[in-house]
C-alpha cells in the first residue's frame, strides 16, 4: 500500500520562487493535513482540509497556498519562498476520528 | 491559543533503564492525548488517550492521561537502542482533526 506520498523529497529554491509540494493520499480519507517541522517546535499546522472542496486555515498559514479538487490530492504551494519557509514538510491524512495520522515520508525544503 | 508542552527537551538513558516523557496540555474543547514516535522521517502512532486514569499498554511502552491536572506521561521500561527517537505528544479538540504538538522529546538510548 502506498499510503501518503510526497513530491519531492528535497528541494532546494531561491528567495521569491514559487513551487509545489504534492501530496496524494490513497486511503479514502477525508481528511487531510500539511505540516511543518523545525527544530525544537514540533509539529505546527498550516492548512487542513475535512473533504474535497473544503479547506481551512491551521497555526502558520501564512506564505502557503492550498486547494483539494479530489479526496485524493491536497498540494501545497508556496507563492514567494522566504528563507523563513526552510523546514521540513510533512502531510498527513486521517480516516474518521482513530487518532492515528498518517504521514507522508517528508519533504526538505530550503530557501536561500 | 492551545498550547502543548513537553519534558524534558532531550535525555540520555543507557539500555536497560526507564524513561518517563512529560506532556502538559491547554486545549480548548479537548478530546484526547496522542503519542507518536518520530525516528528518521515521518511520526509513527503509539497511543490515544481519552479518558482519565486508564493506562495503556504496547509492550515495554506504557502511558496515562490525567484530565484533572492536564498532563500525560509516557513511560519506558527496559530501554532498548531502538527506542532512540523524538517522541511526540499532541492535543486534539472534540471537533474535527486538527491536532495541536508539542515540541517533541528526543531520547537517545546508550548501549
Known sequence: ???????????????????????????????????????????????????????????????????????EDFPLRLLSAAPSQTSVYFCASQGGYTGELFFGEGSRLTVL | EDKVVQSPLSLVVHEGDTVTLNCSYEVTNFRSLLWYKQEKK????????????????????????????????LNI??????????????????????????GGTRVLVKP
Open chain 1, 1 to 71: 500500500n502506498a499510503g501518503v506520498t510526497q513530491t519531492p523529497k528535497f528541494q532546494v529554491l531561491k528567495t521569491g520562487q514559487s513551487m509545489t509540494l504534492q501530496c496524494a493520499q490513497d486511503m479514502n480519507h477525508e481528511y487531510m493535513s500539511w505540516y511543518r517541522q523545525d527544530p525544537g517546535m514540533g509539529l505546527r499546522l498550516i492548512h487542513y482540509s475535512v473533504g474535497a472542496g473544503i479547506t481551512d486555515q491551521g497555526e502558520v498559514p501564512n506564505g502557503y497556498n492550498v486547494s483539494r479538487s479530489t479526496t
Open chain 2, 77 to 102: 521500561t527496559a530501554t532498548q537502542t531502538g527506542d532512540s527517537a523524538v517522541y511526540l505528544c499532541a492535543g486534539s479538540k472534540a471537533a474535527g482533526n486538527k491536532l495541536t504538538f508539542g
Open chain 2, 42 to 73: 515521518a511520526p509513527t502512532f503509539l497511543f490515544m488517550l481519552t479518558s482519565s486514569g486508564i493506562e495503556k499498554k504496547s509492550g515495554r511502552l506504557s502511558s496515562i492521561l490525567d484530565k484533572k491536572e492536564l498532563f500525560s506521561i
